[in-house]
C-alpha cells in the first residue's frame, strides 16, 4: 500500500476549476517531484493536502487513513508536513523556539499547568529542548540556536524550517518550492539536505520544484501538472523528454 494515495481531487474558485482529477500515489521512502508552469496548480495541490482548502471532491489517504476534509492541525498530527516557498518562521524567535513550535503537536500540557508552573511544565520544556537541541545539531545550526531567525543567511533559514517541519514527526514531508531565491551554491546545499533528511529520518518527499537541474537531480518520479490537471506522469527521466511536456513546460 503506498503512503499516500490521491484521487481525482478537485477544487474550484469563483468558478474557475483551479485543480481537477488530481491522482498520485507516492511510496513509503520515495523522493517524488510535482512540476509545471507558473499557475498550473501545484501549491494548490498542497494546500488541499495539508488542509488549507477542502476539496470538492476526491479522496485523499495517508498510510491508509481518510484525511480528506481534515483541519490543518489534524493533517500534522496525522503525519504531513511542510515548508512554503515563501519562507515562514516566526522571525523575531530563536532559532531554538521556532523548531520547539514544532513540537508542540506532540509534548502538551494543560493550560493550568503552564498558567502555575506545575512540575509537568518544566519537565516538558526540558524535554522539547533537548529534543530540539538534537535536531539543530543534526541540521548544523546548534551553534546558532540563540540567534533570531531572521538574522540567519537565508539557506541556513531554508534549513530551519525544514527542521521545524521535521519536528512534527512526520511521514510526509511537502517542500513546495525550496530552492526559490537560492544561488548555486545554496541550491547544492540545499540537495544535499533533502537527500540527508531522506536518508536520516527514512522520509517520503514531495516536491515542487522550477529549478530542474535540482527536480533531475534528485526525484524519481514525476507528475506534471498544466491548467490544473495532469499532463504527464512517470519517472523522472521519461517525463523531462515527453514533447508535451517540453512545450507546456520549457516553452519549446
Do not use: W
Amino acid at each position: 500500500m503506498a503512503l499516500l494515495e490521491v484521487h481525482d481531487i478537485g477544487i474550484s474558485f469563483g468558478g474557475l476549476r483551479a485543480v481537477d482529477d488530481f491522482q498520485i500515489s507516492i511510496e513509503k521512502g520515495q523522493l517524488y517531484g510535482l512540476i509545471g508552469p507558473n499557475g498550473a496548480g501545484k501549491t494548490t495541490v498542497f494546500n488541499i493536502l495539508t488542509g488549507v482548502y477542502t476539496p470538492d471532491k476526491g479522496t485523499i489517504l495517508l498510510d491508509g487513513q481518510n484525511i480528506t476534509g481534515k483541519n490543518t492541525m489534524e493533517i500534522n498530527r496525522a503525519g504531513i508536513a511542510r515548508t512554503f516557498q515563501n519562507i515562514r518562521l516566526f522571525h523575531l524567535l530563536s532559532v531554538l523556539d521556532n523548531v520547539k513550535i514544532g513540537l508542540h503537536n506532540q509534548m502538551q500540557y494543560s493550560t493550568l499547568t503552564g498558567v502555575l508552573r506545575l512540575p509537568r511544565y518544566y519537565q516538558v520544556e526540558k524535554e522539547m529542548n533537548e529534543r530540539a537541541m538534537e535536531l539543530l545539531h543534526v541540521f548544523e545550526l546548534d551553534d546558532v540556536a540563540d540567534y533570531q531567525a531572521t538574522n540567519l543567511p537565508y539557506g541556513k533559514q531554508r534549513k530551519l524550517e525544514i527542521a521545524r517541519a521535521m519536528a512534527t514527526n512526520p511521514k510526509l514531508l511537502l517542500l513546495d518550492e525550496p530552492a526559490a531565491g537560492m544561488n548555486p551554491n545554496e541550491t547544492k546545499e540545499l540537495m544535499e539536505t533533502i537527500h540527508f533528511v531522506r536518508e536520516k529520518f527514512d522520509m517520503t518527499i514531495l516536491l515542487i520544484e522550477h529549478d530542474m537541474k535540482l527536480v533531475s537531480g534528485i526525484c524519481e518520479q514525476l507528475t506534471v501538472l498544466n491548467f490544473g490537471q495532469i499532463l504527464c506522469q512517470g519517472k523522472t527521466a521519461d517525463v523531462l523528454h515527453d514533447p508535451e511536456v517540453i512545450k507546456a513546460y520549457l516553452g519549446e
